[in-house]
């Protein structure tokens, strides 16, 4: 290839390598941002705490897993069934209300959310089972100061 | 002869009452009434569903708070292996329906309304009776109301009947004034020109002549029968049997229901039945107020509810509204205790008692009881003390369609000339409901440990079991509508008086209604606008603000008022006004936390308004057919009129000669008595729980104290658990269990120590500029005694609960605002 004719491309490369360079910052970034059990679709209407009867409407194979989940106890406070526990957060099972909390101790409380949904689709639940087997996320109160938009729902949940 | 001045006022008046009657029923244009089947009467179907705020719960239970003896204590005892075991034991009794319909009946609605829906009634000859038997044949409302008011109720009578051609009365004939030619609402409508009545002589349907109808017109068609028929219908209504259980796991807790501690858990099991009579009675007990009280002394609500009932669309909202179903009558124990409504039903349903001795748990798999059979000893039933209620009266038979959930159950036909709907066989009928305790499984636990769940549990020896064994009760309770409103229509007497004078044990007609409003005390109609409580702080407030504006001194300057002569008047009433006085919330207001003054004119006005609202709030509740949630003695109630007191107050201050009144020592005041139920969460009675000073213990940690005053919230180190809590929430206001979990999670994280600053210059605050403390984010008593949140979380949940009984029960106040932002926003 003649010179003249690789300067006629230059501008043309330099365009193509701008924008590629632009759409891998975008990826870059809005992947980092984003969690990795983000939900795509439409997101499941519930209740912050749904009614107790709720619970036994759920399909039977939800109902099975929500089972295993419950057995995989490691420990039991005042009657809080505790599943899971670290330094950052604890699940535990309440059964009065038939609920499971994620409570959160420590930033990046948006990480500890993550990987708490994470814990629970490892037993075979789709995202939006979350949402009504009821899992729920709680801050600690100072924590709550730090984080007031904080998203109490499991990721794919509305109210 | 009346000076022509008051005719206008007169006229007014009349058509003020008239509108007033309308209200009674639910209004519609029948100018073209469309064309009806033939009747068609199909009692005790297609009844209508009340909605919660007309039913009253009625317990079966004594004095002391305890169901029958053949549900009260009774050992249930499990066998089975350590671990969790489902626990359930069927329960059988039996009820006569032919008897529960005489809970109230005619008695009532036909001495109101002189037996109008008699048969004997409808076809008497009324043109050759002497004076003294028109008087017999007209009842009460009838007598005191003047032509223009009956003719009012008639012409709607008419046009309900005719729209509701299923209702047994619209098969009824009447015949003309002489007793002859008997005809049906229907066939007088096809008769007299195809047209109904009104009330409008420029239409050209029939019009009354009290209304400017012409004369003769009406004589000749519907004035011939017009003074037989009757001033309202009746209607049938769903009423329901309901059980609540408790049993003695964790020790103690059915004395803690007798106690008046706790309410009772419900069952889930409901049996529906129908009720006809009460609508009507409701509506001529309400019609006689409103024939023979003066307009001033009418209650301005009583009559509303009917109305509500009657709309569909209303009905409708009840359904769906959240609002509404928050406000389920969660009646406790009240309501068997010490009031006329339910002394009269106790001894109704300890008729019924005689057919309900069969209560037979039969064995499960891991489930027996030692229980014997009871006893049939009549000493330990209820019983009827005196006559009246007792016998039949129009009943329904149990409708097996009507229940919402498939319940076991076997009938008995009975034949007589009350059932109304006569080809249901269904009258005496047993029901096999099941008792499961509220957290079921239960747990046995490992030898050596101590049940949770059980009173006791032993091995078996030589087996992996168990022998576990826990008392038991049940409390089954009768949801029937009306009947609170039914008694702040009338009095009545079911206790024997000792004075022999009129109205004394003597001189009652027992099982008749008097009129409650004629003597009812004042407090009943007080209102903002007549209240002398707060008229005077209303007006010494504007006459301290009418010198601050003339002498032009700043408000905010607080020892500038004292030199003002009627500012003055204000501080020195605020001052004096400490303790139990009618003021003694505007001084606790104004010198809290010790604060001694000055203070500005604003602090007068906050603290004032703060008064005026609570005070006027208060009025409201007592009005007929509200709740007043803040008697003193008897926190959860319905206002009923203070029926007994009433009469009382009639007697000694009407009847009695001033000499008589001194000696007898009797006051004008009449206490407000009341009965039946309120919406509330907290059992009645119910003292707070203890109060305990904050401490410096962080309970290992859990907390990390961030506050002012320290560990406030669990000051015990007894909040271990968010189930914990949970169980707390369910045993003091179930109804709500769903919005105090979610308000909690999201105030506070569940943190009984939780607190937020009410410092505007930080970040994150409170709107309170005391700030916001523990489970629910209250605050230090800005808006009343409730609004407490920096104390132990027991009293935390009291608190709360109690501010939203205040509320209403529903969380909002009455322009719909919340106290909680959560519950603004739709999120709780």
């Known amino acids: ?159 | 002869m009346l000076p022509m001045v008051f005719k206008p006022a007169l006229v007014f008046s009349r058509l003020a009452l008239v509108a007033l009657f309308f209200s009674l029923f639910t209004s519609s244009a029948h100018a073209l009434a469309p064309p009806q089947p033939p009747p068609d009467p199909l009692p005790c179907q297609n009844p209508i569903v009340p909605d919660e705020e007309i039913l009253t719960h009625h317990w079966m239970a004594n004095d002391n708070r305890e169901p029958p003896p053949q549900v009260h204590k009774q050992t249930i005892t499990v066998i089975g292996p350590a671990g969790p075991i489902n626990v359930s034991e069927p329960i059988e009794f039996t009820v006569d329906f032919s008897k529960l319909g005489a809970l109230f009946g005619p008695t009532n609605s036909d001495y109101n309304e002189g037996e109008y829906q008699e048969k004997d009634h409808k076809n008497a000859n009324i043109s050759e009776l002497e004076p003294v038997d028109i008087s017999k044949y007209n009842g009460p409302g009838q007598k005191a109301g003047n032509q223009v008011m009956l003719d009012a109720l008639r012409v709607k009578y008419v046009d309900y009947i005719w729209r509701n051609s299923h209702l047994p009365e619209a098969s009824d004939e009447f015949t003309n004034t002489n007793g002859d030619n008997p005809r049906r609402i229907y066939d007088m409508r096809n008769d007299f020109g195809e047209q109904l009545p009104d009330l409008d002589p420029n239409t050209s349907n029939p019009t009354p002549p009290s209304y400017g109808g012409n004369k003769n017109d009406w004589q000749n068609t519907w004035g011939q029968y017009w003074n037989k028929i009757p001033t309202t219908y009746d209607e049938f209504y769903k009423a329901y049997i309901v059980f609540r259980e408790e049993s003695n796991s964790n020790g103690g807790h059915i004395d803690k229901v007798l106690n008046g501690q706790y309410c009772p858990d419900w069952l889930d099991e409901k049996i529906t039945f129908v009720i006809p009579k009460y609508f009507r009675t409701t509506t001529t007990s309400g019609q006689l107020n409103q024939l023979i009280v003066p307009k001033v002394a009418q209650s301005h609500n009583s009559n509303d509810l009917i109305l509500k009932n009657k709309d569909a669309d209303f009905l409708e909202d009840q359904k769906v509204s959240r609002g509404v179903l928050g406000k389920i009558i969660d009646t406790c124990l009240k309501a068997f205790k010490n009031n006329p409504v339910s002394n009269s039903l106790r001894k109704v349903i300890g008729y019924i008692y005689d057919f309900l001795p069969t209560l037979n748990p039969s064995q499960t798999v891991y489930a027996q009881s030692n229980q014997t059979l009871p006893s049939s000893d009549p000493d330990s039933c209820m019983r009827i003390l005196i006559d009246g209620k007792e016998g039949q009266d129009a009943y329904c038979a149990f409708n097996p369609s009507l229940q919402d959930d498939d319940i076991e159950y076997t009938c008995t036909n009975k034949i007589d000339q009350y059932k109304l709907d006569s080809n249901n066989e269904n009258v005496i009928c047993t029901f096999k409901i099941k008792w499961e305790p509220k957290h079921n499984p239960m747990t046995i636990p490992e030898v050596g440990n101590k049940p949770d769940d059980f009173d006791s549990c032993t091995p078996i020896p030589g087996t992996v079991l168990y022998r576990c064994q826990v008392e038991v009760s049940i409390w089954p309770i009768f949801k029937i509508p009306w009947t609170t409103e039914i008694w702040n229509n009338t009095l009545f007497s079911d206790v024997k008086e000792s004075e022999p004078f009129i109205g004394s044990d003597e001189f009652q007609q027992f099982g008749r209604p008097g009129v409650y409003s004629w003597f009812t005390p004042n407090v009943i109609f007080k209102d903002e606008e007549s209240d002398a409580t707060i008229k005077l702080l209303r007006d010494m407030l504007s006459a301290c603000d009418n010198a601050i504006e003339e002498s032009g001194i700043d408000p905010n300057d607080s020892s500038a008022l004292y030199g003002l002569e009627k500012c003055q008047e204000l501080v020195d009433f605020a001052q004096d006004a400490g303790g139990d006085g009618p003021y003694g919330d505007f001084n606790t207001c104004l010198f809290q936390g010790g604060i001694l003054g000055p203070f500005s004119y604003s602090d007068y006005v906050d603290c004032a308004n703060q008064f005026l609202t609570n005070t006027i709030k208060e009025l409201e509740r007592k009005k007929p057919g509200k709740s007043d949630l803040n008697v003193e003695k008897d926190v959860n109630i319905r206002f009923i009129g203070g029926t007994d007191c009433s009469k009382e107050y009639v007697w000694h201050n009407a009847l009695y000669p001033i000499a008589a009144q001194k000696t007898y020592g009797i006051q004008n005041a009449c206490p407000v008595e009341s009965a039946s139920a309120r919406d509330t969460r907290i059992p009645p009675g119910t003292n707070p729980p203890d109060t305990f000073p904050p401490t410096d213990d962080n309970c290992d940690g859990r907390y990390s104290l961030a506050n002012p005053i320290g560990n406030f919230g669990d000051p015990n180190c007894d909040f271990i658990s968010i189930e914990n809590f949970a169980r707390e929430v369910d045993r003091v206001d179930p109804v709500n269990f769903d919005r105090w979990m979610c308000l909690a999670s999201y105030e506070s994280t569940y943190s009984p120590n939780a607190w937020l600053t009410g410092d505007p210059s930080e970040a994150y605050y409170s709107p309170d500029p005391a700030g916001a403390w523990g489970l629910f984010q209250m605050g230090r008593g800005r808006n009343g005694e409730f609004d407490h949140g920096d104390v132990e979380w027991h009293l935390q949940l009291f608190n709360a609960v109690n501010y939203n009984g205040l509320l209403g029960g529903d969380f909002v106040d009455d322009s719909g605002t919340s106290y909680w932002e959560r519950i603004n926003d739709g999120t709780c």
């Not at chain 1, 409407?57 to 295993?68: D, H, M, V």
């Not at chain 1, 005042?78 to 409570?103: A, E, N, Q, R």
């Not at chain 1, 949402?131 to 109160?141: A, I, N």
């Open chain 1, 1 to 159: 290839m003649r010179l003249d004719n690789i300067k006629r491309f230059i501008p043309v490369f330099a365009i193509l390598f701008v924008l590629i360079i632009i759409v891998l910052i975008y990826s870059i970034f809005s992947s980092s941002n984003k969690p990795s059990t983000e939900f795509q679709g439409e997101p499941v209407k519930t209740k912050t705490i749904p009614p107790r009867e709720d619970v036994q409407k759920l399909p039977q194979e939800t109902k099975s897993i929500r089972g295993k989940i419950i057995e995989s106890q490691i420990d039991e406070i005042g009657g809080d069934i505790i599943l899971y526990k670290d330094d950052s957060m604890d699940i535990k099972y309440i059964p009065t209300p038939d609920i499971f909390f994620v409570s959160i101790h420590k930033e990046p409380v948006n990480e500890a959310k993550i990987k708490a949904q994470g814990w629970f689709l490892n037993f075979g639940l789709e995202q939006t089972e979350l949402c009504t087997l009821p899992v729920r996320f709680l801050l600690d109160f100072e924590l709550k100061k730090t984080n007031p938009n904080f998203n109490p729902l499991p990721s794919g949940c509305s109210l």
